[in-house]
């Protein structure tokens, strides 16, 4: 739970209640949200979070993003359209797009907390 604060506290876009998207997931056990703020001083910040709501097993699922409800500019992007995020729970990277394979398990990792990188 500490954890979880100090993401909250750090990202203004998880204090605004206005701003949740949905996305899909091929499994119904599978979560899938994103909250994106423009802050006052030009920047923006942007989370994409996956939960795994089945707490006893692990699941897979591809995540498809609804891609303009991120707000990302041509400089998040590459080539292929994918851009970088940062999971803020276990600390690794991936280079995320429109569709996404994601494995949750309930008792090692149940959730991806993924901080779009500008």
Same mark, same amino acid.
């Given at each position: 739970?500490?954890?979880?604060?100090?993401?909250?506290?750090?990202?203004?876009?998880?204090?605004?209640?206005?701003?949740?998207?949905? =996305?899909?997931?091929?499994?119904?056990?599978?979560?899938?949200?994103?909250?994106?703020?423009?802050?006052?001083?030009?920047?923006?910040?942007?989370?994409?979070?996956?939960?795994?709501?089945?707490? =006893?097993?692990?699941?897979?699922?591809?995540?498809?993003?609804?891609?303009?409800?991120?707000?990302?500019?041509?400089?998040?992007?590459?080539?292929?359209?994918?851009?970088?995020?940062?999971?803020?729970?276990?600390?690794?990277?991936?280079?995320?797009?429109?569709?996404?394979?994601?494995?949750?398990?309930?008792?090692?990792?149940?959730?991806?907390?993924?901080?779009?990188?500008?």
């Amino acid at each position: 739970l500490t954890r979880l604060n100090e993401i909250r506290r750090a990202h203004p876009a998880l204090m605004d209640l206005q701003n949740l998207t949905l =996305h899909s997931s091929t499994d119904d056990a599978t979560v899938v949200f994103s909250k994106h703020k423009e802050n006052a001083d030009g920047t923006k910040d942007t989370l994409i979070v996956v939960v795994n709501v089945d707490p =006893h097993s692990s699941r897979e699922s591809t995540v498809t993003l609804d891609l303009p409800a991120l707000h990302l500019d041509r400089e998040a992007l590459d080539l292929e359209g994918r851009f970088r995020v940062d999971d803020l729970l276990s600390g690794q990277s991936w280079m995320w797009g429109e569709h996404n394979y994601v494995r949750l398990d309930a008792h090692a990792e149940p959730a991806h907390i993924l901080h779009v990188r500008r």
